[in-house]
């Protein structure tokens, strides 16, 4: 089977259109075009703020028309992930979907199915001229995921609606009314390189194989991150065996899991044999370790030409020590949603080139004060070194309403379409919500969607099935409102 195949047709084939366009964040405004375009080709209102959020306005039909409007909302950048042995362009490229099972996939990339499918839903709901729905205005934000500046930068006096229905959560059997706040640590410090030194060899390190994910929705299943792995490897490499920086190269994008890491060193000819097999013991207990939640890791080194310089020892002691040191993962559940991660913070990207350490985390948390201490723990760990530290990207998070009428009439609903209760939770990813009611007070809003699993990695995928029963569930909704 192939997803053109797929039912509902025009939720995929929508989804499949967009998926066409590159439309990595802060690199989206083809696929923000094409959004535009499809508004106005139905000759439906479409305007364009600042920053460039599209809004296309649709009146009430088929006895919907005398209701009060009701805001869509999705977000049409998507993370751009893939694994190392994949040839592909995410500037040129088109997705490269299809069926596996009861799913839909890519092939070794992201999917985009965060945030496409929200957003091939509402243009499913734009075009279609047979549903019935109250006048909606649809939402469609830019770079969402590295830095929510369409959300920060939204328009004011564009929208009338006072519900707003974000289709970013990925669980159809979640409604989501609350999220996380985050930040972002980046540091930079100039390092002193010096010559190599003689009678050594060089060695080339990998870590890879790492499932990576969504460093808010899956930051608490036990996943490896792979800098920190491979810090661990280096800890202990001057102390015991001379070992000697030239470079760092691990993660990639802000809010994922590190899937990958590479460094290169270089040893004293008289320890290589010594450091082969601490690398070789020590990589063999991170594999136990994470045996459960990390079956496919490697950990592996080879012989490479010696580089020309490497980095001075202090630099180097020190840059090892305050990476190894941050804090990385779950930092506090909540007291008061049972399973709910509050705070955490994640590794997301360290280099070392060129004379130049940089590195970049995100902290998530849905108490503000909370963030704020993990931002300076981060902090301190990298002002100790003389790094130049700046946060960038401050959000804040949704506080949940579980008195909402809107919810309300979702729950009710929930329970008539998939014959189950829904789980009323919030979420420690970020969602655009808690900025948008800063612009726009007094939103009654509710997330929801299909069922998507590991978002922000290659092994990102989305249920076939729970596509077309969230298309129900959600034009019952529609109507109702």
């Known amino acids: 089977m192939q997803y053109k195949d797929l039912q509902p047709t025009a939720v995929w084939e929508h989804f499949a259109q967009l998926n066409a366009i590159p439309r990595g964040s802060k690199k989206e405004e083809k696929a923000a075009q094409f959004v535009a375009d499809f508004g106005a080709l139905l000759g439906l209102e479409v305007l364009r703020d600042e920053i460039g959020n599209v809004i296309i306005k649709k009146p009430g039909q088929n006895g919907g028309e005398s209701s009060a409007p009701v805001i869509l909302q999705s977000h049409v950048d998507m993370v751009h992930q893939k694994n190392s042995d994949t040839v592909f362009n995410f500037d040129e490229d088109g997705i490269r979907m299809y069926v596996e099972g009861e799913w839909v996939k890519a092939e070794g990339t992201t999917l985009g199915a965060d945030n496409g499918m929200g957003v091939a839903y509402m243009l499913t709901v734009l075009k279609d001229k047979t549903i019935k729905h109250p006048p909606l205005e649809a939402l469609f934000t830019i770079d969402e995921e590295a830095g929510m500046t369409g959300a920060k930068n939204l328009g004011k006096g564009l929208l009338e609606g006072k519900r707003l229905l974000n289709i970013d959560t990925e669980d159809d059997e979640e409604i989501t009314i609350g999220c996380a706040g985050g930040v972002d640590t980046n540091i930079s410090l100039d390092v002193r390189m010096e010559e190599t030194p003689e009678n050594t060899k060089a060695y080339y390190i990998t870590v890879n194989g790492l499932k990576g994910g969504h460093s808010g929705v899956d930051i608490d299943l036990g996943r490896g991150n792979a800098n920190k792995i491979l810090i661990r490897l280096l800890f202990q490499g001057y102390s015991k065996f001379g070992m000697r920086l030239n470079s760092l190269d691990g993660g990639g994008l802000r809010n994922a899991i590190p899937r990958e890491a590479f460094a290169t060193v270089v040893v004293d000819i008289q320890k290589t044999g010594e450091f082969e097999e601490h690398l070789h013991h020590l990589s063999e207990d991170i594999k136990r370790e994470l045996a459960t939640t990390e079956p496919t890791l490697r950990v592996k080194w080879e012989l490479t030409a010696n580089p020309v310089n490497v980095v001075n020892i202090t630099s180097q002691v020190n840059i090892i020590r305050a990476l190894y040191s ?28 060129d004379g130049k350490f940089t590195s970049q985390s995100l902290q998530r948390s849905s108490v503000e004060s909370a963030k704020d201490d993990i931002a300076n723990s981060i902090r301190s760990c990298f002002e100790q070194i003389g790094a130049v530290v700046e946060n960038a990207g401050d959000y804040p998070g949704w506080k949940p309403n579980p008195k909402s009428d809107l919810l309300d009439i979702a729950i009710a609903l929930h329970k008539d379409v998939f014959h189950r209760d829904p789980k009323v939770a919030a979420c420690h990813a ?52």
């Open 326 to 353: 941050i804090t990385n993962g779950v930092y506090r559940m909540s007291s008061d949603i049972p399973g709910l991660v509050e705070t955490s913070s994640n590794l997301a990207r360290i280099v070392v080139k």
């Open 430 to 481: 970020g969602l655009e919500t808690g900025i948008i009611t800063g612009v726009y007070p007094g939103l009654d809003m509710i997330s929801i969607g299909p069922t998507i699993k590991h978002p922000h990695s290659p092994d990102e995928k989305v249920k076939i099935k729970s596509v077309a029963d969230f298309w129900d569930f959600f034009l019952k909704l529609l109507a109702q409102l």
